[in-house]
Every structure is written in C-alpha cells, then in structure tokens.
C-alpha cells in the first residue's frame, strides 16, 4: 500500500486510490480514527507546529491567545485591507490574501511578533539584557524587511498601554505553563520606559508563543493564521452592503464644479 510521509504527517493510500488517504497520522495520532470528536481545534495546532500532544495547560493558553487575537477588529490594517477587498467585490482568496500581505510586516504584524520572539530568545528574563537589548540600534543587514522604526512588541502610536491588552495579559498570565508572560506582566512599566512606548498586544502574543515553546518561525506563522478568522468575517460583512456605508470614510463626488454631490 502505498505511503507518504514526513515528520509532521503519515498518509496510508486508500486501496485503487493513490490520490486519497485511508489513515491519516499527525505526530503518531490517528487524525481520523482516534483524534476527531475528541481533540480540540487547539489541541490540532500545536500538534501540528510542534508534533507533540499540548498539556492541558498549554491547550488554555493557546485557546485563550486564539479568541484574543481572532479579531483584531477594523482599526488594524490587516483587517482594514480585507474589508477594502469584500466592499470592492473581491473574491474570498484575494480579501484574506490582502489580510496576510498587510498583517505581515513590522508594525503589528507577524514579523513584528517574530523579532520580539528573538527578544525573548535573547534576554529570558533578565532586564539588565532587555535594556542592551532595546537600546541596540535595528539590524541593517541587507533583508527584504525595512529597518524597524520602534522596539518589537510596542505599540509607537500609543500614549499608555490599552485596556484589551492588559486584560489580555492579565488572562494569558494566569493560565501560562511558562515564566515569560508572568515576569513581562511584573515589568511592563520597567520594560515600557526603555522601549520608549507602551505594550502592544504583537508583544503579549510573542510572550505567550515563547511560554507555549514555539520558535520565532513558528509563532510569526501562527500569528498571521489565528488573526484571519475576523478579517475573513469583516470582508463577507462588507460584501454584502454598499459601498457608501463603509465604515472608515464617505466618497462624496461633484458631477461637475458647483454641481450636485452624488
């Protein structure tokens, strides 16, 4: 019979079938046989990113990051371009292919969680290496990234650290298997003055992947798929009413000079 497979995954071909799976494994579990009906979505991500079963803590402090990060709401970019993709009548690929493209870079998006992910591989918990760390100029290697303009994990529009982000900590604290969130929840104010800015939620996430033991690669990866699920609802939204009610602005035009507006 015959098999594919790779470390993450394990395909049995169905008989007279090649291009179908009989018994699929992820990590040694049978997906079909034995995982569905009794694991949680949760529970299906980190066996994926990390071919281990979660703990059972481990499964509530991804669970609780997903619904915090599931819909980053209109005011974010990303979702701000999905929702530009559902009012133009775009297809459904496009408007998440816009989300991706814009939720992917350096100011709260995915690479922003990455870098701050290197922060924590770098430093663990100790402020005396934040403080060298923060005060490093941003690497200017050649890269396809633009050189950073704030310290990753910090919000540079912010006045103060916002209310979502600090019940976000206050929950993700209080159910992580890890040292990291605790300890970044002890010294945000610390951490705040050398970074010149307040906490972003891109730096609760980058905490929080760090606690759940995944790598920058992975958690800049996880990072773009669990912020989808709002940008996906917010284009079907749009799609379905005009384009003078869209929420950011009203397009008014003149006919012509002094005409009626339209």
Not at 85 to 99: E, R
Not at 172 to 194: F, H, K, M, T
């Amino acid at each position: 019979m015959q098999t594919i497979s790779t470390k993450i995954w394990h395909e049995e071909a169905e008989p007279g079938n090649p291009f179908a799976a009989r018994i699929a494994r992820c990590g040694g579990y049978d997906v079909y046989g034995e995982m569905l009906g009794r694991a949680r979505w949760s529970d299906m991500l980190f066996l994926l990113f990390t071919g281990q079963a979660p703990s059972a803590a481990q499964t509530k402090l991804l669970e609780s990051l997903a619904v915090a990060l599931a819909n980053p709401g209109p005011r974010d970019a990303s979702v701000h371009a999905a929702m530009c993709g559902g009012i133009g009548g775009s297809t459904s690929a496009s408007c998440l292919t816009a989300a991706l493209a814009v939720g992917a870079g350096l100011n709260g998006g995915s690479r922003e969680v990455f870098l701050a992910m290197e922060n924590w591989q770098q430093c663990g918990c100790d402020l005396d290496k934040w403080a060298g760390r923060l005060a490093e100029k941003p690497d200017e290697l050649a890269s396809i990234w633009p050189t950073a303009e704030h310290a990753a994990g910090f919000d540079p529009h912010a006045v103060e650290t916002g209310l979502p982000i600090r019940q976000t900590l206050a929950v993700l604290v209080a159910c992580s298997p890890g040292e990291r969130l605790p300890w970044l929840a002890a010294q945000r104010p610390d951490l705040e003055a050398l970074a010149g800015h307040p906490l972003a939620i891109s730096g609760v996430a980058a905490a929080a992947m760090a606690d759940l033991g995944l790598t920058s690669e992975q958690g800049e990866m996880l990072y773009l798929l669990l912020r989808l699920p709002g940008a996906a609802a917010h284009a079907l939204e749009q799609k379905q009413i005009s384009h003078r009610n869209f929420p950011f602005f009203t397009l008014e035009l003149a006919e012509e000079a002094g005409g009626e507006k339209s």
